[in-house]
């Protein structure tokens, strides 16, 4: 199985692919290359002083890096949305220089997010990590060509199963963030969901993964 996002430190022993998210300049360094990893400047930490654009842009460029993230924009929490937007933008145009995707943390800013999107001449691929919103938005967004990415709400907020309803599986991920319920929870209830067996939609997921990082799961 695949975790597409998670804030922990998962047991490599376990037959679980994963990308930990790495919180610039916030979390440890430097980053174990046991695994895949991502790495960006957070919304909330866009207004710190210690941002380094090029210490950045050298860890995104190391190979176990696979992603840019999460990044984005957040009027709940943060600094001025004005910030936020300059540090978002910068990060996508790393992203697009180095090729790799991105991983979106994106709350109440969705129609400011979309145009950023259009704005771009070319995107790198977008994965909405931890969707919870309706069916509407999850349709404006798979339009856009994102990949919506569920986790552990999936097991509580039934109004989620519309939105899942009409992801395509060539567009899913499913992930644990930093969530305390076991990754094959979050599998097992979107495969019911779905109505399609976990075996089914792993390999789904791990060709969305391949399609995406042009990498197999597995370091």
Partial sequence: MIDIHT?????????????????????AWPVPV????????????????????????????????????????????????????????????????LGKPVIIHCVRSWDALLDIHSSLTHATGWIIHGFR??????????????????????????????SLAQTPLERLFLETDDSRVPLESIYRQAS?????????????ISGNFERIFGIHANP
């Fill in 7 to 27: 804030h922990s430190n998962p047991d490599i022993s376990t037959r679980i692919s994963y990308i930990r998210n790495v919180r610039y300049p916030v979390d």
């Fill in 34 to 97: 046991t695994g895949y990893f991502s790495v960006g400047v957070d919304p909330w930490d866009t207004g710190r002083e210690d941002l380094d654009r090029n210490e950045l842009e050298e860890w995104i460029n190391r190979p176990h890096c696979l992603a840019v993230g999460e990044i984005g924009l957040d009027t709940m929490k943060g600094p001025e949305p004005k910030l936020q937007k300059t540090w978002f933008t910068l990060q996508l145009e790393i992203a697009g220089k």
């Fill in 133 to 162: 919103g309706k069916p509407g938005l999850a349709g404006r967004l798979l339009n856009a060509g994102c990949y919506l990415s569920y986790g552990s709400a999936l097991l509580s907020d039934s109004r989620l199963a519309e």
């Fill in 192 to 204: 019911q969901l779905k109505g399609i067996t976990t075996t089914g939609l792993n390999s789904y």
